[in-house]
């Protein structure tokens, strides 16, 4: 009884130390389950932050996404193969980690002997590559800083062309490249990495930034080539890739150029003209895609794994043809597959480039660069019989041979003997030609007529516009005695209204069809009479006329003017601000339909010109 009292009290007194928590737990709960929430909501935070940032960390895996090459699948199944090995290793608790080294191992060495034995289609397809470090990566992963411009000085800026100044080991370089997209909508940005004319504008702006500053010039080359589109041709995109490799020429700092993906054409060309060309070992550099090419020989796209072995793009090849000066290695795989391990060995092609000209003169430096060029497409010529070109090569290149009195190297007594009746006659034409032994009357050409094939072009062109002439007969026999009138083979007419025909179209000896004295053109229109404006484009002037319009809401005339693109004959000798009088005639053009019938100079007090006086 005692005992069941005492345990009464006892589960009492618990009941009442119960009761007298519950009335003081509820402030000390909200306490509590308060600091959890903070708890739980800093761990969700923590979680957030740490997926946030691992986004712009180091890669620790190869991404999902990166795209796959037909030759890369086994490679790509072998990886996946091993890492479900690890993962289910990991789950239950099996060490495994011999078999995994060997399927390492075996994927190294497929790897390698994969990529050693690329063809060059298969390394076309690397050189394309969407995920291949474009000209940003290399550029912010090699510089310590890099700061970037934009603008070619007229309103313009082309995404597709980067520029900028960074340094590498405490030197500052100008960076000028291309620069492709990774997805559609950069790709579009960027034009596919195709720079327009403003683009080449831009890079040639900073190319001179850096020869006034002393700058060498890093360019990096990964386009498929300049846009076509008509835009660009309509902004003069021959003339700025033209302009480009004139004024590359004249610099006087280093130029270095690394082509790190494709170099097309002459939108590669238009920053690639440098002292040293660099290539990455799965670039490509060609005159025209095979694509183009196939399409051009082959009549056909489906023929360009034929083009590519033909037209010697990989880096070796173009190394052995002395194009390009040195090759960069990437690791095993490709930059696409390992980015980070390429850059070092880019940043230190281009430091030990620039080392080897940090010496030099700008003299020396600019005739380095022209002498580059200078022997490109430089050849030996011999005599083979049956095409056995390679057994024959061999032997001349272990044959001691023998000297010629001119300096030149031959293989034995016969053909140095025909060597030296070579330049025997070459010098004996010399000699005629300055002693002008040979000729009766020599004649005189104008300067470029000296190249090949144009004095041919230039004398069948006058002979066949000879015979179209009017009045012409190849058979006449020009008599001994003075004939009156139209003065022999020259045929001219009067072309009436008062017009005088001019003495040189009488006498002179110039071939004009359009020529209202000596072509096929009579004038059957009005005559009009303006100023000259323009001069610039060959037999056209371009007259402005001036005139009263009258407004009739104003009740009163403004003065305006017209333009009419006229022909004008060799037989006149025209400048800008002499007043003419010109007929209209037959359209000569799509806008000329007026020939000038009379020139008066400016200044001779002769002037037609409409005064506004009476007004």
């Not at 980067?162 to 620069?179: R, Y």
């Not at 020599?442 to 094939?453: D, E, M």
């Amino acid at each position: 009884m005692a005992l069941a009292q005492g345990l009464t009290k006892r589960a009492g007194g618990v009941r009442s130390a119960s009761v007298s928590r519950r009335t003081v737990n509820p402030v000390r709960c909200s306490v509590f389950s308060a600091k959890n929430a903070a708890q739980r909501s800093a761990e969700v935070g923590r979680e957030w932050l740490e997926t946030i940032l691992s986004r712009f960390g180091p890669a620790t895996d190869r991404a999902q996404n990166i795209t796959t090459l037909d030759f890369e699948k086994p490679l790509s199944e072998l990886d996946k193969r091993i890492k479900e090995v690890r993962k289910v290793a990991e789950e239950n608790g099996v060490d495994v980690s011999s078999q995994i080294g060997e399927l390492e191992s075996r994927a190294q060495q497929l790897r390698k002997e994969t990529y050693s034995r690329l063809t060059p289609t298969q390394r076309l397809q690397v050189a394309r590559h969407p995920n291949r470090p474009t000209c940003l990566d290399i550029i912010l992963n090699i510089t310590d800083k890099f700061v970037e411009l934009h603008g070619d000085r007229a309103g313009l800026d082309d995404p597709a062309i980067v520029c900028g100044i960074g340094s590498m080991d405490g030197v500052s370089f100008m960076f000028i490249g291309h620069q492709k997209g990774r997805n559609t909508k950069e790709n579009i940005r960027r034009n596919f990495g195709m720079p327009q004319p403003n683009g080449y504008r831009k890079a040639m702006r900073f190319m001179r930034h850096a020869n006034k500053f002393g700058l060498p010039i890093v360019t990096f080359v990964d386009t498929p080539g300049a846009y076509a589109g008509k835009k660009a041709e309509e902004l003069g995109q021959g003339e700025a890739i033209a302009y480009n490799l004139r004024e590359m020429f004249g610099l006087r700092v280093p130029v270095i150029s690394v082509v790190i993906g494709e170099g097309g054409s002459g939108g590669a060309l238009a920053i690639g003209c440098a002292n040293k060309n660099l290539i990455m070992e799965n670039s490509v550099y060609y005159v025209a895609s095979p694509e183009a090419c196939a399409a051009i020989l082959w009549k056909s796209r489906s023929a360009s794994n034929q083009a590519t072995e033909a037209l010697r793009i990989t880096a070796d090849q173009l190394v052995r043809l002395e194009v390009m000066d040195e090759v960069i290695p990437e690791p095993l795989g490709g930059a696409h597959s390992d980015p980070v391990a390429a850059f070092p060995a880019i940043k230190a092609a281009i430091l030990s480039t620039f080392r080897h000209y940090e010496p030099m003169s700008e003299r020396e430096i600019q005739l380095d660069r022209y002498q580059k060029f200078r022997k490109l497409g430089q050849f030996e010529e011999w005599v083979v019989r049956g095409a056995d070109w390679r057994n024959v090569r061999s032997e001349r290149a272990s044959a001691a041979g023998v000297q010629t009195d001119a300096g030149t190297w031959a293989l034995n007594e016969a053909e140095a003997a025909y060597i030296e009746s070579s330049v025997n006659a070459d010098e004996a034409w010399d000699a005629t030609l300055v002693e002008k032994a040979d000729w009766t009357n020599k004649p005189v050409q104008p300067p470029g007529l000296g190249r090949s094939g144009v004095m041919e072009m230039a004398v069948s062109m006058t002979e066949r516009a000879f015979q179209k002439q009017l009045g012409v007969n190849i058979v006449f026999k020009k008599p001994t005695g003075k004939i009156p009138g139209k003065g022999g083979q020259r045929w001219y007419k009067n072309v009436g209204l008062g017009f005088k025909t001019p003495k040189e179209a009488i006498e002179g000896h110039y071939i004009d069809k359009k020529c209202p004295f000596t072509g096929n053109v009579s004038i059957r229109g009005r005559i009009l009479t303006g100023q000259v404006k323009s001069t610039k484009m060959t037999r056209t002037i371009v007259v402005r006329r001036d005139y009263l319009h009258y407004i009739k809401k104003y009740a009163r005339y403004e003065k305006r003017h017209t333009n009419i693109s006229a022909h004008i004959s060799p037989a006149f000798r025209c400048k800008e601000g002499d007043t003419v009088v010109i007929g209209q005639c037959r359209p000569l053009s799509k806008t000329v339909r007026f020939n000038v019938l009379r020139v008066i100079p400016a200044g001779s007090g002769g002037s037609d010109k409409k005064g506004f006086s009476g007004f």
